[in-house]
């Protein structure tokens, strides 16, 4: 089995800093529906509270289908998952998510305990692998990893 | 008459008088400061105003005096240089040429006046700007006769941060946008000088900092990416800094170099090697994306849907389950064998106040009596090596290495130092949601596993909320795994502790964006049904806004060709014409 180096480690936290930041910027953006697909490829896995979709083409149809979103990411984990060189990535993110307008866009009379409106928390669990047809395209890129399966809930 | 022998040789006396109040006018001293006497400084350079470095090209208009309009030849006096328009500057120039004539600005105590500080850098700014390779040369700065000519404070010294915030605002108005910046030998011990190029040139490309002094870390963290500061720094050089030549010497170049590519997320070359990294898609500003119109909902086009298991029989995953919680509970010892020889655990606090938990008042309430006994700590700073929250791991890799347990024995040692939890995975599955489907991982499928719930911690009996997420295995033949009777192997493990919420959450059904919106009832999600995916979807969001039904909700889409937007608008314009049939009855709605 291959062991995993602290060069491997360090790459994967570096890698999903970088990630992280990306994709729910990618997300956030009015542009979503065009722009998220392109971190997944055809044989991507995913599931949204429950809800397969899949490939590139059911991410478009996912985003299609959900309001504007500000995501808040609170914590997030990473590590190689052994078994493969370049090693795939398991990542799981915590944050909250807002939808639509958040509590602002809740008509006058909403009572003060009403939770709909405000935001929810989420978790997000991310796989990502290396893809092995797209060569490298800068120097010292080791590959380019997309995501290959994705599991989110609203958990709060 | 006489003079008095002890009086040193002055000017006629009217024109320094003159001289005074006139400064006085401006503002420049006050009443009571004595003017200062020129002469009794020590002789400076009197030569007129010239650039201190011969320009390469002396007839090529410099591209900041393009920008100011002021295309002009190598030798013209500063004075002509300065805008026009400012009546005070005016003043002091019209003096200045009076009385003084051998030194360049009055002063107060060495230092030219405030006004002309800023031309004085911008010239000099100018003279190190290089448009064509879009290179601001600040390398050397202390050596520059100019500072010295001008009587200009070098933002190098101790005492001068404001210079260094003139010369990187002026540079941040330089045309084309600067894009690469040498700070090269000279003799930097701290960082701080470029915080103010950090706050004015957001987008810099390359850095050099070759041959300064910077010592460590917090040297680089005044421009390091965690605070925002130079995302798109693709080139950065350190060479000849006792931070990067003390860890080369003592064998640490790799953490030097994990070190600086984690500061700086879009670094490519660092002391002119490639830095190893992953890539991903991401959109960028070059690539035009789809410009058809994206409609915007305002409802879910998708229900929270129960548990989901796909790929593999349900009964594998609930086995695991049944057996791994208890043992969690009681015997961690006895889960070294479930997990694989190389496996991988960490986990992480997130201890964020969930906002709906907090409006419902949970952690109050008398159904969960032991929150305010909970603490962080455990969680923060136990399991050999603490909470892996890589947002937050500020100081070094160490942490980030120490947090990752590798391997079964590590990751038991971790376990059995965490607090002690009851899960009731049996007992309340209602309190649990699990997503679990196959994932390829080169020649092998392994199984996603997401599991999201609660457990009580002891010996406060507070209750948590957590997501797990593993990557099983299928236990191979011979393994220690399916020796001691698991199905499954753990590839890898990462473990979610968070402040309690609710498993409503997590109830199936249609759910709301605010407060107010209106939900389908199962009957009218039942009719919709058929339609293909995204129209469905724009139907709903029409029918749950306007309450149409769906033949008219459909002919109002299709006469404005499925556009939301327009179909809204349209239905505005006619309704006060529709019939009272138009529309659903109540019960087409969830209560």
């Known amino acids: 089995m291959s062991t995993l180096t602290p060069n491997d480690i360090e790459i994967a936290t570096r890698a999903a800093e970088n990630f992280t930041r990306l994709y729910y910027t990618t997300y956030d953006s009015p542009t979503r529906v065009g722009d998220l697909p392109n971190y997944y490829r055809a044989n991507s896995a995913l599931t949204w509270n429950g809800r397969p979709f899949e490939g590139v083409e059911g991410v478009r149809e996912l985003v299609s289908g959900i309001p504007p979103t500000k995501h808040e990411v609170q914590s997030f984990d990473c590590h190689p998952i052994p078994g493969s060189q370049p090693p795939s990535l398991l990542v799981t993110v915590s944050g909250i998510v807002t939808h639509g307008k958040g509590p602002s866009g809740n008509p006058p009379n909403t009572p003060h305990k009403a939770v709909d409106g405000h935001p929810r928390v989420f978790s997000q669990t991310f796989v990502l692998a290396p893809d092995p047809n797209a060569p490298p395209t800068k120097s010292g890129e080791v590959a380019k990893y997309y995501i290959t399966a994705d599991a989110l809930r609203f958990v709060g | 008459m006489s003079q008095p022998a002890f009086s040193s040789p002055t000017p006629a006396p009217g024109s320094r008088a003159i001289a005074a109040s006139a400064l006085r006018r401006a503002g420049l001293i006050d009443q009571d400061a004595k ?10 350079k009197g030569a007129p105003k010239q650039s201190a470095r011969p320009r390469a090209n002396p007839y090529k208009p410099r591209a900041i005096d393009v920008v100011m309009g002021k295309d002009q030849q190598a030798a013209k006096p500063l004075t002509a240089r300065l805008a026009p328009g400012d009546p005070a500057r005016a003043q002091r120039l019209a003096i200045k040429g009076g009385a003084r ?23 000099w700014v100018n003279s190190r700007w290089n448009p064509e390779a879009k290179f601001l040369n600040l390398e050397r700065i202390d050596e ?45 011990i701290s960082g701080r000088i470029m915080v103010p190029l950090a706050h004015y040139l957001p987008d810099l490309v390359n850095l050099s900092l070759e041959g300064n002094r910077l010592g460590g870390w917090k040297e680089i963290d005044y421009i390091a990416s965690k605070r925002g500061r130079l995302q798109k720094l693709r080139e950065l050089i350190l060479k000849g800094n006792p931070m990067r030549e003390l860890d080369y010497k003592n064998n640490r170049a790799q953490q030097y170099k994990s070190e600086i590519a984690r500061r700086f997320p879009a670094l490519e070359m660092l002391d002119g090697e490639p830095v190893a990294r992953v890539g991903f898609d991401a959109p960028t500003a070059s690539v035009s994306t ?21 790929g593999v029989d349900g009964a594998i995953v609930s086995n695991f389950f049944v057996r791994y919680f208890p043992l969690f509970d009681n015997q961690r010892g006895a889960l070294i064998h479930a997990y694989a020889p190389d496996a991988t655990f960490s986990f992480s606090a997130n201890t964020g106040i969930p906002p709906r938990a907090r409006i419902e008042g949970i952690h109050v309430s008398k159904e969960y009596p032991n929150q305010r006994k909970l603490e962080w700590a455990p969680w923060l700073n136990g399991g050999q090596g603490g909470s892996r929250n890589l947002g937050r791991i500020a100081g070094g890799l160490q942490r980030v290495t120490q947090s990752l347990h590798l391997g079964s024995e590590q990751t038991i040692r971790a376990i059995v130092d965490l607090p002690v939890t009851r899960h009731d995975v049996a007992g309340s599955p209602e309190k649990f949601s699990v997503d679990a489907f196959p994932v390829r991982q080169g020649e092998r499928t392994n199984l996603l596993v997401t599991v999201h719930g609660q457990f009580s911690e002891l010996p406060s009996e507070g209750i948590r909320s957590f997501d797990r997420s593993f990557v099983l295995a299928m236990a191979p033949e011979g393994s220690r795994a399916k020796q001691n009777g698991w199905e499954v192997m753990i590839l890898s493990d990462q473990l ?3 402040a309690l919420s609710s498993f409503d959450a997590w109830r199936p059904g249609p759910m709301r964006v605010q407060a107010g919106d209106l939900l389908p009832s199962a009957g009218l999600q039942n009719a919709l049904l058929p ?12 029918i749950l806004r306007t309450r149409l039904n769906l033949q008219f909700a459909e002919d109002c889409l299709k006469n404005n060709d499925w556009d939301l937007e327009r179909a809204l608008a349209n239905y505005e314009q006619v309704k006060a014409t529709l019939p009272g049939d138009a529309y659903l009855p109540p019960d087409a709605f969830m209560a």
């Open chain 2, 35 to 44: 003017m200062r006497d020129a002469s009794g400084k020590p002789s400076r």
């Open chain 2, 101 to 123: 004539g051998r030194r360049n600005a009055i002063s107060l105590n060495g230092a030219p006046v405030p006004g002309r500080v800023i031309d004085l850098w911008k010239e």
């Open chain 2, 531 to 542: 339609l293909p995916e995204l129209q469905r979807a724009v139907m709903q969001d029409l």
């Open chain 2, 290 to 310: 789809s410009t058809r119109h994206h409609t915007v909902l305002k409802s879910f086009a998708w229900n929270m849907e129960p548990s989901f298991i796909a």
């Open chain 2, 144 to 188: 520059d006769e100019y500072l010295k000519r001008h009587g200009l404070t070098s933002p190098t010294s101790q005492d001068a941060t404001k210079a260094a915030q003139v010369i990187f605002k002026i540079a941040s108005q330089l045309k084309p946008e600067v894009e690469t910046i040498s700070l090269a030998h000279n003799g930097l």
């Open chain 2, 496 to 498: 979610v502790v968070r």
